[in-house]
């Protein structure tokens, strides 16, 4: 036994996690891929659920992209035949245009989950997000 197993031979441990409860959604192990631009995208996300992660939410999607779709966006919002639950996280200001976004997708049946995101320490999304200079701050 090396020095640093050995110095945690009288830690306790809390026990298995509990499930995490989202509405009717159930993640368990409770283990979320939170969702990061440029990065979260189908391949990463298919790796992260074969190593054990449940929930992987794709990168952040504009709202307003959703009513008006482009390539960027529909790779976005697109998921493997494989990946359930399927889980977006949308950002915006307007609450209508996020209004909107929303029913579209579950409307599409495409999502389980739909994260939001008010405020992004992103220089990029800071821009939009005009308000998410509190998390600057």
Known sequence: MNAFASSLSGVKTPGPAQPLRIGS???????????MAGVTNYPFRKICREF??????????LASGVSRPNAETSMK?????????????LYGVDPSTLSEATKRLVDDGNVDH??????CPMKKVRGILKMSQLVHD
């Open 77 to 89: 919002t697109s998921f493997g035949e494989d990946e359930h639950p399927r889980s977006i996280q």
């Open 25 to 35: 959604l159930v993640v368990d192990p409770p283990v979320v891929l939170a969702p």
């Open 114 to 119: 739909i994260d939001l995101n008010f405020g």
């Open 52 to 61: 054990g992660a449940p929930l992987c939410v794709s990168e952040m999607v």
